[in-house]
């Protein structure tokens, strides 16, 4: 099977569902002229022409709504919202309007709409290095998608253009070149299904998008060490799949919950209220959860690199759990 | 303009205009809910406005939506059942006074929060064109007329939808029923250029016109549809007075009984009616009788209301997706 990037995996997919499908089209900021900001789309004006791909104005809730409007009417727009910290000036057109069509008016008009957007951070500072993952998976009506790996990327996109209902696709700056198998084949990653990627008797590990690598890695780290953590890989973070998260939690009655994004209210706070409600005959551990320092981010290397979590903090969340210990969640 | 239209645009201000008094009754006696914006006042810019559209033109409207629905032809039994919050309602129940739509009318709805909907609308402008020139459906030739209040001028939204509208030439027709004020902030409060149409004079063709005369508003909406349809987007700037509060709810503290009645000899349906009167093309004993026949169908509209059974609880939770998870 042919080993490519999550940049090469997001591409086959749109390039698969734009040759297949004339109703797709691409808009968003610079990626046309510019060739794209992370390189996603690279070559699509050369290969579809100017009307399938356009540059679209700095202005996120016109072009957002641009979208939800053509994909009322019966076309598959992709918007790149170029990065996650711009898509909040969008959050209206995605929250009050494609969130809600469907519902508000009786199931008359659909929203079949696909948002990307990466999360990612690189001595960007504070308005630059966000992660909003938990806003999108608030709002019913959306779904929410948040691949770690080449495979699903490339699955999910395809799975997410197809769908009938507007999807968030939260993509990553900081793994677009992670390399995986990826089928040459046409495929989809179902949307709403976790994916347990590891199996584990003593503690299991939660994530999805970025810190999947991360906890891969810590995974090996502490097999070395005699530590066997399982691997659930959430994909999806509405609708959520618990139920793999909680098979293996059944057995290893433990939890890490790997999350970036800060930890109050996040993410991960959801997935650890399930822990407690669906599966607190089985906890025997407090849950520990990993994300950035709540602070917003700094500038300075060293500063930046304390306050974002990597393969260690997974590590050390999981002795913290093994041992017993209670986490507290700094704030100030 | 034919006589028949007159007379015909008419009954529908008739028609708009009971229609709003039945529900600030039915509101009256709680059985509507919600907030509820009465279009009473504002009756001729809807009718002549939507009269200059076709079948396959759009229309996209903001929260006062009542006057827009019945003009573009939506029964107002669903109507008034959907205020009621009934399973009969236009959006079963589940939308209320601010989202009337019917997909069948190329009614897109009426939206609540103030001008994003500026926004869909040219969206679904651009997809109109879209399917024209990507698609090679030749029949694609439909104009989206968006109504939106002069309240509506201030935000990123307008900019962003009337620059869009114009870099990508889309057929559209921005119309602002300018009632002089946004909610209870009068229009020389909330905007530095209060003659509307101005704004947005950098990047269309557009005017004031006088949203109180059904037949200015028909020609100019006219005017403006032929040119959306060929050349590009358009703004129109209806100049019209909304006689009740924002909502039924309002208290007014902004303006005087003085001030509204000041207004009312711009009512456009008087005006209507007189100039009908004047011409010989009615006469005040058959404008009772279109009063009475509108009365006796209101009452048939409100008992439909009252009959319909309230949406099953598990509607609920339909339709939150349309592929259910």
């Given at each position: 099977m042919p080993v490519i990037t999550y940049s090469e995996a997001l591409r086959q997919a749109l390039r698969e569902a734009m040759t297949?499908?004339?109703?797709?089209?691409?808009?968003?900021?610079?990626?046309?002229?510019?060739?794209?900001?992370?390189?996603?789309?690279?070559?699509?004006?050369?290969?579809?022409?100017?009307?399938?791909?356009?540059?679209?104005?700095?202005?996120?809730?016109?072009?957002?709504?641009?979208?939800i409007?053509?994909?009322?009417?019966?076309?598959?727009?992709?918007?790149?919202?170029?990065?996650?910290?711009?898509?909040?000036?969008?959050?209206?057109?995605?929250?009050?309007?494609?969130?809600?069509?469907?519902?508000?008016?009786?199931?008359?008009?659909?929203?079949?709409?696909?948002?990307?957007?990466?999360?990612?951070?690189?001595?960007?500072?504070?308005?630059?290095?966000?992660?909003?993952?938990?806003?999108?998976?608030y709002m019913p009506g959306l779904k929410v998608v948040v691949p770690g790996t080449p495979y699903d990327a490339k699955g999910l996109m395809k799975a997410a253009i197809e769908d009938p209902d507007p999807v968030i696709f939260i993509e990553h700056t900081g793994i677009y070149n992670i390399k995986g198998e990826v089928p040459e084949e046409s495929y989809t990653v179902p949307i709403g299904k976790s994916n347990l990627l590891r199996d584990g008797k003593d503690v299991t590990i939660v994530g999805y998008g970025r810190m999947i690598p991360y906890c891969q890695q810590a995974v090996e780290t502490l097999a070395s060490e005699g530590i066997d953590a399982a691997l659930v890989d959430l994909r999806t973070?509405?609708?959520?799949?618990?139920?793999?998260?909680?098979?293996?939690?059944?057995?290893?009655?433990?939890?890490?919950?790997?999350?970036?994004?800060?930890?109050?209210?996040?993410?991960?706070?959801?997935?650890?209220?399930?822990?407690?409600?669906?599966?607190?005959?089985?906890?025997?551990a407090p849950i520990w959860r990993v994300g950035f320092d709540e602070v917003p981010m700094p500038y300075a290397k060293n500063l930046e690199a304390h306050v974002v979590p990597n393969a260690d903090s997974v590590i050390q969340a999981v002795k913290n759990v093994l041992a017993g210990k209670t986490q507290k969640i700094r704030q100030q | 303009m034919e006589k028949q239209d007159l007379l015909a645009d008419y009954r529908t201000m008739v028609l708009i205009r009971s229609f709003e008094e039945h529900c600030q009754q039915q509101y009256t006696r709680a059985r509507i809910g919600g907030f509820l914006h009465l279009y009473v006042g504002q009756e001729a810019v809807a009718?002549?406005?939507?009269?200059?559209?076709?079948?396959?033109?759009?229309?996209?409207?903001?929260?006062?939506?009542?006057?827009?629905?019945?003009?573009?032809?939506?029964?107002?039994?669903?109507?008034?059942?959907?205020?009621?919050?009934?399973?009969?309602?236009?959006?079963?129940?589940?939308?209320?006074?601010?989202?009337?739509?019917?997909?069948?009318?190329?009614?897109?709805?009426?939206?609540?929060?103030v001008g994003a909907h500026l926004l869909l609308a040219m969206g679904?402008?651009?997809?109109?064109?879209?399917?024209?020139?990507?698609?090679?459906?030749?029949?694609?030739?439909?104009?989206?007329?968006?109504?939106?209040?002069?309240?509506?001028?201030?935000?990123?939204?307008?900019?962003?939808?009337?620059?869009?509208?114009?870099?990508y030439k889309l057929p559209i027709v921005f119309l602002c029923e300018n009632n002089e004020f946004a909610m209870g902030t009068p229009l020389s409060v909330h905007t530095s250029v209060t003659e509307i149409h101005k704004k947005a004079s950098p990047f269309m063709?557009?005017?004031?016109?006088?949203?109180?005369?059904?037949?200015?508003?028909?020609?100019?909406?006219?005017?403006?549809?032929?040119?959306?349809?060929?050349?590009?987007?358009?703004?129109?700037?209806?100049?019209?007075?909304?006689?009740?509060?924002?909502?039924?709810?309002?208290?007014?503290?902004?303006?005087?009984?003085?001030?509204?009645?000041?207004?009312?000899?711009?009512?456009?349906?008087?005006?209507?009616?007189?100039?009908?009167?004047?011409?010989?093309?009615?006469t005040e004993?058959?404008?009772?009788?279109?009063?009475?026949?509108?009365?006796?169908?209101?009452?048939?509209?409100?008992?439909?209301?009252?009959?319909?059974?309230?949406?099953?609880?598990?509607?609920a939770w339909t339709e939150i997706y349309s592929k259910p998870l």
């Amino acid at each position: 099977m042919p080993v490519i990037t999550y940049s090469e995996a997001l591409r086959q997919a749109l390039r698969e569902a734009m040759t297949n499908d004339p109703r797709v089209f691409i808009i968003g900021e610079d990626v046309v002229h510019y060739d794209s900001a992370y390189g996603v789309t690279k070559g699509f004006l050369k290969e579809f022409g100017p009307e399938r791909i356009k540059d679209m104005p700095i202005a996120e809730a016109g072009y957002a709504g641009l979208g939800i409007g053509a994909a009322m009417n019966g076309l598959r727009p992709v918007v790149e919202m170029m990065t996650t910290n711009f898509a909040i000036l969008a959050l209206d057109m995605i929250i009050n309007h494609a969130a809600k069509l469907h519902y508000m008016f009786g199931g008359q008009f659909t929203c079949p709409i696909v948002f990307r957007m990466p999360n990612g951070y690189g001595q960007l500072s504070a308005t630059h290095s966000q992660a909003f993952d938990n806003y999108y998976a608030y709002m019913p009506g959306l779904k929410v998608v948040v691949p770690g790996t080449p495979y699903d990327a490339k699955g999910l996109m395809k799975a997410a253009i197809e769908d009938p209902d507007p999807v968030i696709f939260i993509e990553h700056t900081g793994i677009y070149n992670i390399k995986g198998e990826v089928p040459e084949e046409s495929y989809t990653v179902p949307i709403g299904k976790s994916n347990l990627l590891r199996d584990g008797k003593d503690v299991t590990i939660v994530g999805y998008g970025r810190m999947i690598p991360y906890c891969q890695q810590a995974v090996e780290t502490l097999a070395s060490e005699g530590i066997d953590a399982a691997l659930v890989d959430l994909r999806t973070i509405r609708p959520l799949d618990m139920e793999p998260v909680l098979e293996s939690f059944r057995k290893t009655n433990r939890a890490v919950i790997a999350t970036e994004e800060w930890t109050s209210v996040g993410v991960g706070s959801e997935i650890a209220a399930r822990l407690y409600t669906e599966g607190f005959d089985h906890l025997d551990a407090p849950i520990w959860r990993v994300g950035f320092d709540e602070v917003p981010m700094p500038y300075a290397k060293n500063l930046e690199a304390h306050v974002v979590p990597n393969a260690d903090s997974v590590i050390q969340a999981v002795k913290n759990v093994l041992a017993g210990k209670t986490q507290k969640i700094r704030q100030q | 303009m034919e006589k028949q239209d007159l007379l015909a645009d008419y009954r529908t201000m008739v028609l708009i205009r009971s229609f709003e008094e039945h529900c600030q009754q039915q509101y009256t006696r709680a059985r509507i809910g919600g907030f509820l914006h009465l279009y009473v006042g504002q009756e001729a810019v809807a009718v002549g406005a939507i009269g200059a559209l076709k079948a396959q033109d759009h229309l996209v409207t903001h929260y006062r939506d009542h006057g827009h629905a019945l003009a573009r032809g939506l029964e107002p039994k669903p109507l008034m059942a959907e205020l009621f919050g009934r399973s009969t309602g236009t959006g079963k129940g589940k939308g209320g006074s601010m989202h009337f739509a019917d997909k069948n009318k190329n009614f897109w709805g009426g939206y609540a929060i103030v001008g994003a909907h500026l926004l869909l609308a040219m969206g679904i402008a651009y997809s109109i064109k879209y399917k024209r020139e990507v698609l090679g459906e030749a029949d694609q030739d439909g104009v989206v007329m968006c109504f939106f209040g002069d309240g509506a001028t201030n935000g990123g939204e307008f900019y962003e939808a009337v620059s869009m509208a114009a870099l990508y030439k889309l057929p559209i027709v921005f119309l602002c029923e300018n009632n002089e004020f946004a909610m209870g902030t009068p229009l020389s409060v909330h905007t530095s250029v209060t003659e509307i149409h101005k704004k947005a004079s950098p990047f269309m063709p557009g005017e004031r016109v006088n949203g109180n005369d059904v037949e200015e508003m028909r020609a100019r909406a006219l005017h403006a549809v032929n040119h959306a349809r060929t050349e590009g987007p358009y703004f129109l700037e209806a100049m019209t007075y909304r006689l009740r509060g924002h909502s039924a709810a309002d208290p007014q503290m902004y303006r005087t009984r003085d001030d509204i009645n000041a207004r009312r000899s711009g009512d456009p349906i008087a005006l209507l009616k007189q100039k009908l009167i004047d011409q010989n093309l009615l006469t005040e004993k058959q404008a009772k009788q279109i009063d009475k026949e509108v009365e006796k169908e209101m009452d048939a509209v409100v008992q439909f209301a009252e009959e319909s059974p309230a949406p099953d609880l598990s509607e609920a939770w339909t339709e939150i997706y349309s592929k259910p998870l």
